[in-house]
T-cell receptor, first 113, second 116 residues
Framework: KAGVTQTPRYLIKTRGQQVTLSCSPI?????VSWYQQTPGQGLQFLFE???????NKGNFPGRFSGRQFSNSRSEMNVSTLELGDSALYLC????????????FGSGTRLTVV | AQTVTQSQPEMSVQEAETVTLSCTYD???????LFWYKQPPSRQMILVIR??????QNATENRFSVNFQKAAKSFSLKISDSQLGDAAMYFC?????????????FGTGTSLTVIP
């Protein structure tokens, strides 16, 4: 059974640019969540998508957006990049059960220069 | 608001010994779930163990066990017979038992070093 796949693994962008990250969840998982991980702030929840609808949203500015497709694959987009957006972006998928934990991808390391 | 606190930024243990990582959380809910995740240098977060709040029995997975104290809102992880492969960052996480969303709250992590 394939795991959660995130692409690309590494990305270097310039301030002001925009970036799109991709996440393919485990087959059958309809919930996809995104987290930003930094040394200073730890893991911070960005948003969750379920059946193509955003079900939850964290406290991030509108520059951070996402979407989910009918095959449950998800993308997140960050516009007008700032140096502080440099982080590891983790995607996690989950079945629908409340007791289910996440299965995480290996993340995309974004560096903004 | 739900918060998760890991008060030990770093811990170390001798190989084959036992170590306990601490976690406390704050919630007004009675129905929730607790998890421990491991993040090795490869970056991928791996689920170690989970605990349902309504279950009084502490969860166990091989060498990993928890001490769940619901009244004290404490959820510590015990690793027995520590192995070199246990070296990683460990995160405690809380999930509200609601069907309206799947948001997890994570602690800041404990970096575990295993000494040969």
């Amino acid at each position: 059974k394939a795991g959660v796949t995130q692409t690309p693994r590494y990305l270097i962008k310039t301030r002001g640019q925009q970036v799109t990250l991709s996440c393919s969840p485990i087959s059958g998982h309809r919930s996809v969540s995104w987290y930003q991980q930094t040394p200073g702030q730890g893991l911070q929840f960005l948003f969750e998508y379920f059946s193509e609808t955003q079900r939850n949203k964290g406290n991030f500015p509108g520059r951070f957006s996402g979407r989910q497709f009918s095959n449950s694959r998800s993308e997140m987009n960050v516009s007008t990049l700032e140096l502080g957006d440099s982080a590891l972006y983790l995607c996690a998928s989950s079945p629908e059960g409340r007791a289910d934990g996440y299965t995480f991808g290996s993340g995309t390391r974004l560096t903004v220069v | 608001a739900q918060t998760v606190t890991q008060s030990q930024p770093e811990m170390s243990v001798q190989e084959a010994e036992t170590v306990t990582l601490s976690c406390t959380y704050d919630t007004s809910e009675s129905d929730y779930y607790l998890f421990w995740y491991k993040q090795p240098p490869s970056r991928q977060m791996i689920l170690v163990i989970r605990q349902e709040a309504y279950k009084q029995q502490n969860a166990t997975e091989n060498r990993f066990s928890v001490n769940f104290q619901k009244a004290a809102k404490s959820f510590s992880l015990k690793i027995s017979d520590s192995q070199l492969g246990d070296a990683a960052m460990y995160f405690c996480a809380y999930r509200w038992g609601s069907n309206t969303g799947n948001q997890f709250y994570f602690g800041t992590g404990t970096s575990l070093t295993v000494i040969p």
